[in-house]
């Protein structure tokens, strides 16, 4: 149990029958009145974010979330398939627990696959992946004074914002988190 005074970034707990991560709080001592703590919660299972209330001695059990290394196989259409590297073990998610996760994951790399009491909820993806440029317009040498972008399509199938001077077939490196154009690998 932890007690709302000692709540900080990051920490999941069980709250109302649903598992959250604090992601931001602040403790209010009005001038009249009791302290309490106002808190940003996000939902680890939906992703929603809620704003709730509570007293510096109000406890909540904390949630213990379980990150597992797995590789990501293949996708049959309806179920994504990852193995575990140490125990060979397969498990197939479907698309709802997966959503845009493996948007520019390649067969056989690694991710994390988050559950809480054997039940799995998301899939982190490695936070920066090398991708070959499959479908983009020429590029020109020596446009980039500009800053201009334009659209690519990469490996995966998805589309990122590239510099004018990238052309097809370049590898390049890209952050999961935002679909962010890094530079050349």
């Given at each position: 149990?932890?007690?709302?005074?000692?709540?900080?970034?990051g920490?999941?707990?069980e709250?109302?029958n649903?598992?959250?991560?604090i992601i931001?709080f602040q403790?209010?001592k009005p001038?009249?009145g009791a302290?309490f703590?106002?808190t940003k919660?996000?939902n680890v299972?939906?992703?929603?974010?809620v704003?709730?209330?509570?007293?510096p001695t109000?406890?909540?059990p904390q949630?213990?979330?379980?990150r597992k290394?797995?590789?990501?196989?293949?996708?049959?259409g309806d179920l994504?398939?990852?193995?575990?590297l140490e125990?060979?073990?397969q498990?197939?998610?479907?698309k709802?627990?997966?959503?845009?996760?493996?948007?520019?994951v390649?067969?056989?790399?690694?991710?994390?696959?988050?559950s809480?009491n054997?039940?799995?909820?998301s899939?982190?993806?490695?936070?920066f992946?090398?991708?070959?440029?499959t479908e983009?317009e020429?590029?020109f040498?020596g446009d980039?004074?500009?800053?201009?972008?334009?659209?690519a399509?990469v490996e995966?199938?998805?589309?990122?914002?590239v510099?004018?001077f990238v052309?097809?077939?370049?590898?390049?490196k890209?952050d999961t988190?935002?679909g962010?154009?890094?530079?050349?690998a």
């Amino acid at each position: 149990m932890i007690s709302a005074g000692e709540f900080r970034n990051g920490i999941t707990i069980e709250y109302e029958n649903n598992v959250y991560q604090i992601i931001d709080f602040q403790h209010v001592k009005p001038g009249k009145g009791a302290a309490f703590v106002r808190t940003k919660l996000k939902n680890v299972k939906n992703g929603g974010v809620v704003e709730k209330t509570f007293r510096p001695t109000e406890k909540c059990p904390q949630a213990r979330i379980d990150r597992k290394d797995m590789q990501y196989l293949y996708d049959d259409g309806d179920l994504y398939y990852f193995m575990d590297l140490e125990t060979y073990e397969q498990v197939g998610l479907d698309k709802d627990t997966v959503g845009d996760a493996l948007k520019f994951v390649k067969e056989n790399e690694m991710c994390k696959i988050c559950s809480h009491n054997g039940s799995v909820f998301s899939v982190e993806p490695p936070m920066f992946v090398e991708l070959v440029i499959t479908e983009t317009e020429p590029g020109f040498k020596g446009d980039t004074a500009t800053g201009a972008s334009k659209p690519a399509i990469v490996e995966t199938g998805a589309q990122v914002s590239v510099p004018l001077f990238v052309d097809q077939g370049d590898i390049i490196k890209i952050d999961t988190r935002t679909g962010e154009y890094l530079g050349r690998a």
